[in-house]
């Protein structure tokens, strides 16, 4: 059970699930099985955060560069994704999850898109916002944004615009971007949205992450002085 609450200052929480690869190496095991144990603890992480009050969860489950990465992997990661959707919307009348699906779509056969609609559709009226970032590029969604804007006959355009137009039209800004693994970058990763950000990296692989580490950043969070431009 949690035993920290967050306030209105964090309302939006961002992951980058980074280090299942070397978490299951580590181990003598191949990397798609970290990808199966992250699986487990992105669930993990999500209702805590819920838990502790925290309104909306983006986690980043699939680039548009992770395609480079070997087939097999590839096909795993689609895999656990397939397999979420499936239960997806019984976990998200028990956790209070509305589900959101962050990225290009297109990619995905006319099935999957359907079922992305309707559980986005179906769980609309839960308060805890859970984004799926998956086949999701910052680059990608902000030309998106300004295609879409061109097609609606705009000749030119404001940030309202832009930020109206992207995948998380619906959801605040992240507060927080977190990322596991221990790189410092953003890896295209929400780059419009996390202009006012604060970062927080850690060397924790993913899988290793717990109620314990999330709290560790949230408190860190609580530590920073925001400022957003001004003094
Ligand atoms: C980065 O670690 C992780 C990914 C590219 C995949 C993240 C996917 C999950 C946690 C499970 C999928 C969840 C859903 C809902 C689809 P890495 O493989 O780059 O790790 P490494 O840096 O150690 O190689």
Redesign the pocket.
Known sequence: MANMQVDERLQHIAFI???????A?KRGMP?EY???V??K??ERVVRYCGDIGIRTVT?????TE?WK?PEK?VQA?MG??RE?LATALKKAEDYCIHLMFLGDRSVFPENVRVLMDRLERETAHHPLTLN?A?NYGGRDEIVHAVNTLIAQGKTEITEEDISANLYTAHCPPPDLIVRT?A?QRLSNFLLWQAAYAEFYFCDT??PDMDEEAVDAAVAAFYERKRRFGGV
């Open positions: 699930m980074d280090g299942n690869g070397r978490w190496k990397r970290g990808h199966s992250g699986s603890t992105f986690v980043y489950a699939f680039s992770n990465r992997e990661i656990i994704f979420y799926i998956i693994g790189e692989l993913w």
